[in-house]
């Protein structure tokens, strides 16, 4: 019995390994669940071979981007933007560059663009542009990528055409805009840096259903790196050696890039530590201990070591009571220990936000007047007062104060469970608030439940921070203020916070171009005034762009010195802001 | 023995019936909309026609339109036929395909552990309860190895030899520099991830196993048989072989018993050292919500342990003369 | 089988018995920490203590602070009482019931025992951590009570065979008949002739349950599926994983909570054992 146990026991264990080796070599050659058509899409001209080891010296480990395993490339899904970062930026390409350092759109695609008038935009290709099947890329696949949106309602940037009348292959190379009477410029330009070009001799036979929920296995772009193969917690991609880049911009040093998926942050931080990790996007606790000892390098060598990448703001569910309460939401305002979120659940690894909820790089759009005379600041005592003069006192006794009808408030704070940052910054908020009289109590569900109730608006409070670096307040204002109401708000005003004034003036906003700075201002002042004055959201810190790097075999990391674009990220939506532009610019150590 | 088998046979099947219907009833009473949560990651169309028309769409996929008991019979249709449906967190990805990639880890995992565990555990606590002496000394670390929780020990294997030793990784399946293939390399590298979870499952089962077997071997010591033997003049050597063999058997039903501990027993190690196995999948398809995934993940748990429970069964009733000779029923 | 001596035999035994004795003391050593210790805390286990984050243990921080400079002292001590409460209320949970589904089962016989008995394989079969888990997702806000209820309303199906089965073997014995000979009443044979033969077999099942509770809970509070708005060993526990102790070597912080789960169930298990040799004079014998 012991032989046949010993016997069995060696069989089951070769046949597990030989299993684990197997099955994963398939992924590269499965069918796709919902049609064959995207196999068309798989046709490359040049076969790369998968090395089975990565030299060290050719690849990058990256981080903190996937938090699953790879599910579809298709470039116009988020969920391609979860967890297969790269899909755009890398494969998928766009007209424009943006630098959200100096806030300025550089032609990416295109080699320049000019306002012929008032509704019309020219945009004029480079030259010798090619997809990596070898087929060049034209001013047709602009237009026909663009009118995508036209046909299909289901694409994120469809609501464009209800400004924009056609668009337009004039040359091989010249695009033509023509906008309505009454365009949104502000979402146009913004659309200019994230609209994804695809090839139009690829996709223009796909059905509505490839091309709006499609896999898109084995992507065709144009871009600098190429899809090499993935398995369940890595994507792997290769440079490109034909990118029109090559010559322009430089040639991205790394050859591989390995995006690693790690189930938590710790584990990225281990192998930070160790240099089996070169770029970790991931938020590591104890980061700037980290960094001041040298074994990390971040982007700022002191607090708030990162930059930053968005702002975290609280939304308040004003259609409960007594969130309806303007005067009960400032003096919450009041209440929130902010201080303590940025220097003990953060470590001091992000910056307390302004009151605008702007980024520090669009500062010029903030009125400090209003600021200085609207704004809010931690101070309990404050709090207090402001809720007295409200008509909230603690008639019980118990501590926290009633409604002015005596009715008793109990409130709750959400942020979905296994995102510990924010379940420390809550807890703070919660103490804090109870220090000043108001029962709040937080709680951490499951991510699925969490977002079922932010979209559906049963929450009563919880932090959202999808605002992120952008080229104009804009986008921050048409998130927090997001219309017309309806039953599910799935891209902001989470609060429902119904008030046709403030969404007149940020309508407004949409319609000032972007050369008119004086006007975006005063746009921007109204909005910031009307905004404080209600507080029907409250902008608290920027979460950081956390970016921490290995120096052990690349090295010349963006760092606050860096001329820029560069941005240390691997975050989908940010290749186009200055993260190719880091891959640039890297060096192997020793070199 | 016909009878013990037909009736065996009957309530596996009754158990799998319902086991199936707990499986597609529990994750549809999860709070929270999966298509609507699907429809974030999958589009963010502000449009509400759109969002409708989409949501109608999936609606219809996924086969969430139809009235309930229509669903249910579905679903057994689908499930004889082996589609599991498509999971809305992994979206388009079929749930069969998800599952094939993380069944392997799970098998290498939890069998090596399993079997070796058994072995030397019962060898172990045959080998205490030979004297006082050796009991007073072996025992107590059974019963500390047993009461370890799992995770625990993961934590401490990970830490001390992962990272202050630095001499085993402590994440993945394999190294983040190669490329599946049928190297020595590749290989070795699947062992190094391996070692370290196969371990904690293994000595907190080690430990359950000896202290089991160690109870055992004494009953049976003092059972009658073995003080007849004794009187006989019979070598204690000889005693204690017939001694060993009665107490295999409780202890082959009894690891029947622990197959579900030992499941659970196998997640958190997975949590631990990130290896990407089925109950990690199942911890993420349920903060997810992914109703699809989260019945294919329990569906292959519970098939599984009851094909494990059916093949004890079988190697008992080999083993077990008692069995063969006709009594049937429970035993007491 | 288990045979009833008179108590004085039992009591003398007892205290004979090392594994006995060494285990009662660590329970009771920890459950005297569970009930003093809060009180000597001087910190709640929520209070952002130390400025600085964690430190090392000290005169100041017995078990040192985590990450957010914490005291794991007062986070130890209170998680305790919560351990505690989750073994006892879970573990007695799944006692009873299983006590009383055995119990019916083996004395009744029959069609009930033939259901009882199906109900209880099924049970046993489907694997507990996974249903917990689902249930446990379902619920929003999670308390320690609720816990304890799933807890117990799964762990039942074992004890429920183990007391069938010593329920059979009583109540076949001479002194059952002679009692239904003499007309005595069905509850009565229960109560008087039955159960006091099944005390120690309970207690030593009590004892395992116990033990398994504290187990379960941990791990469910490990994976973040534990009570939500408290503390106990188990969330201890992956708060110092999550927050990442391992790479930062903050021993202090996930060491003493699964230590201290490690020799309160490996006491439980002790005691059980010689429970068992105090109960049967056979074990005694080695």
């Known amino acids: 019995m012991r032989k046949n146990a010993l016997f069995l026991l060696s069989v089951l264990i070769i046949a597990g390994v030989v299993l684990a080796a197997c099955q994963p070599a398939a992924e590269t050659t499965s069918e796709p669940a919902i049609s064959d058509d995207a196999s068309m899409a798989s046709e490359t001209t040049a076969e790369e071979t998968v090395p089975t080891e990565f030299p060290r010296n050719e690849t990058i480990y990256v981080s903190g981007a996937a938090w699953g395993p790879a599910s579809t490339w298709n470039p116009f899904q988020p969920g391609s933007l979860a967890n297969t970062t790269g899909t755009i930026g890398f494969v998928y390409e766009f007209l424009y560059a943006f630098d959200p350092q100096t806030g300025e759109l550089t032609p990416w695609l295109a080699e320049s663009g000019t306002w012929a008038d008032d509704t019309t935009f020219d945009v004029t290709l480079r030259s010798g542009l090619t997809w990596t099947d070898g087929e060049p890329l034209t001013a047709e696949d602009v237009a026909f990528t663009f009118e995508l949106g036209k046909q299909y309602a289901a694409l994120w940037f469809s609501p464009m055409w209800e400004y924009v009348e056609s668009v337009t292959a004039l040359s091989d190379t010249e695009v033509e805009f023509k906008l309505s009477s009454d365009p949104l410029y502000q979402e146009f330009e913004n659309n200019l840096y994230n609209v994804p070009i695809v090839p139009k001799h690829l996709w223009e036979n796909m059905s509505e259903e490839d091309i709006t929920v499609g896999v898109n296995e084995n992507p065709i772009g144009s871009g600098a790196y190429k899809y090499l193969t993935n398995s369940e917690d890595r994507n792997i991609w290769v440079r490109s050696e034909e990118w029109w880049g090559n010559d322009v911009f430089g040639v991205p040093a790394p050859k591989y890039i390995v995006d690693i998926r790690t189930s938590s942050n710790n584990v990225a931080l281990g192998m930070v530590l160790k240099g089996e990790i070169d770029l970790s996007n991931n938020f590591l606790p104890g980061v700037a201990e980290m960094a001041d000892k040298g074994y990390v390098k971040t982007y ?214 972007m050369s008119d700075e004086e006007g975006m201002k005063e746009a921007c002042s109204a909005i910031q005034t009307a905004m404080l004055t209600d507080m029907p959201m409250i902008p608290l810190w920027y979460n950081g762009l956390w970016a921490q790097y290995s120096t052990s075999t690349w090295t010349n990391w963006p760092d606050e010195n860096s001329a820029s674009p560069t941005l240390p990220t691997t975050w989908s939506g940010y290749w186009q802001l200055g993260g190719l532009q880091t891959l640039i610019n890297l060096e192997l150590v020793g070199e | ?258 197959l579900g501990v030992i499941v659970a027993g196998a997640l958190v190690t997975e949590v631990v050292f990130s290896y990407p196995g089925i109950g990690y999948l199942l911890l993420a398809a349920i903060q997810n919500q992914d109703y699809f995934l989260i019945q294919g993940c329990f569906l292959f748990i519970i098939i599984g342990v009851l094909i494990a429970n059916f093949t004890i069964d079988i190697i008992y009733i080999l083993i077990d003369p008692r069995t063969r000779m006709g009594m049937t029923g429970e035993t007491a | 089988m288990k045979v009833l001596k008179n108590k004085n035999e039992i009591l003398f035994f007892a205290f004979r018995n090392w594994k006995l004795q060494i285990g009662v003391l660590i329970i009771l050593l920890f459950i005297f920490i569970a009930l003093i210790g809060p009180s000597l805390a001087e910190f709640e286990p929520f209070q952002y203590a130390n400025a600085l984050g964690p430190v090392p243990p000290s005169s100041e921080f017995w078990l040192g602070t985590t990450f957010f400079g914490q005291d794991v002292f007062s986070q130890f001590v209170h998680g305790l009482r919560a351990t505690f409460t989750v073994g006892i209320i879970g573990g007695g949970i799944g006692t009873l019931l299983g006590l009383i589904i055995g119990f019916i089962a083996g004395y009744k016989g029959g069609v009930i025992d033939e259901i009882l008995n199906a109900l209880t394989n099924i049970v046993l079969v489907i694997p507990t951590m996974a249903v917990l888990l689902i249930i446990a997702a379902y ?111 903050m021993w202090w912080w996930f060491v003493p909570p699964g230590l201290a789960i490690t020799i309160i169930v490996g006491a439980l298990y002790s005691m059980n054992v010689g429970l068992d040799e105090v109960f049967n004079p056979k074990l005694r014998g080695m």
């Open chain 1, 300 to 513: 700022y060598a002191e607090a708030p070591y990162m930059l930053s990448a968005n702002t975290a703001v609280l939304f308040l569910n004003t259609t409960l009571k007594p969130l309806d309460d303007a005067a009960f939401r400032r003096a919450l305002a009041f209440a929130i220990d902010v201080p303590s979120i940025v220097n003990v659940a953060y470590a001091q690894l992000v910056k307390a936000a302004s009151p605008s909820g702007l980024l520090p790089v669009l500062d010029k759009y903030v009125d400090q007047d209003v600021m200085a005379e609207l704004g809010y600041y931690f101070d309990t005592a404050q709090a207090k007062q402001m809720l007295a003069d409200a008509g909230y006192v603690d008639i019980d006794g118990d501590g926290f104060v009633e409604t002015p009808d005596g009715e008793k408030i109990e409130l709750q704070v959400t942020c979905p469970s296994g995102w510990t940052d924010w379940m420390a910054a809550i807890d703070i908020i919660a103490s804090s608030a109870q220090a000043a009289g108001i029962n709040l109590k937080s709680a951490y569900p499951d991510y699925g439940a969490w977002n079922t109730e932010l979209q559906g608006g049963t929450f009563n409070m919880t932090l959202n921070n999808w605002a992120s670096m952008s080229n104009t307040p804009w986008t921050l204002y048409n998130l927090l203020f997001r219309h017309p109401i309806q039953d599910q708000m799935q891209s902001g005003n989470f609060g429902r916070y119904d008030n046709p004034e403030i969404f007149n003036l940020v309508d407004a906003l949409a319609r000032i171009p």
């Open chain 2, 1 to 258: 023995m016909k009878r013990y088998f037909l009736r065996k046979i009957l309530i596996y099947l009754l158990t799998f019936f319902l086991a199936v219907t707990i499986d597609w009833l529990i994750p549809r009473f999860m709070p929270g909309d999966p298509i609507r949560n699907m429809l974030t990651r999958v589009s963010v169309s502000s449009n509400a026609t759109a969002i409708q028309m989409m949501y109608d769409y999936y609606s219809h996929l996924f086969g969430l339109d139809l009235p309930v008991w229509q669903q249910y019979f579905n679903f057994w249709k689908s499930l004889l036929q082996g589609d599991l449906g498509i999971s809305t967190y992994l979206f388009p990805t079929p749930v069969t395909k998800v599952l094939a990639r993380a069944v392997p880890y799970d098998v290498f995992l939890l069998v090596p552990s399993i079997l070796l565990s058994w072995y030397a555990g019962n060898k172990f606590g045959a080998f205490a309860a030979r004297s006082k002496k050796l009991d007073n000394t072996l025992s107590p670390l059974g019963y500390i190895l047993n009461a370890t929780p799992y995770m625990w020990l993961g934590i401490l294997l990970a830490w001390f030899f992962g990272i202050v030793l630095g001499i085993f990784p402590i994440a993945g399946a394999y190294s983040f520099s190669l490329q599946p293939n049928l190297s020595l390399k590749f290989i070795g590298s699947v062992l190094h991830h391996w070692f370290l979870p196969f371990a904690s499952i293994f000595l907190v089962e080690f430990g359950g196993q000896a202290i089991g077997m160690r109870n055992m071997i004494i009953y049976e010591l003092e059972a009658d048989y073995s003080h007849y033997l004794g009187t006989l003049g019979a070598p204690k050597k000889l005693i204690r072989k017939y001694a060993f063999r009665n107490a295999i058997l409780p202890q082959i039903t009894g690891l029947a018993l622990k």
């Open chain 3, 139 to 249: 619920l929003q806000v999670r308390t320690v009570f609720i816990e304890c209820i799933f807890i117990g309303l799964t762990s039942w199906p074992w004890t429920a065979r183990a007391i069938r089965a010593q329920t059979f073997s009583l109540r076949t014995r001479d002194f059952v008949d002679l009692a239904k000979l003499t007309g005595v009443k069905s509850l009565r044979i229960i109560f008087s002739e039955i159960a006091p033969n099944m005390m120690s077999y309970l207690l030593l099942i009590f004892i395992l349950q116990f033990g398994g509770a504290i187990l379960t809970a941990a791990t469910l509070d490990f994976i973040g599926l534990g009570p939500t708005n408290a503390i106990s060993l188990g969330l201890m526990m992956q708060y110092s994983v999550l927050w990442g102790a391992l790479q930062f070597g």
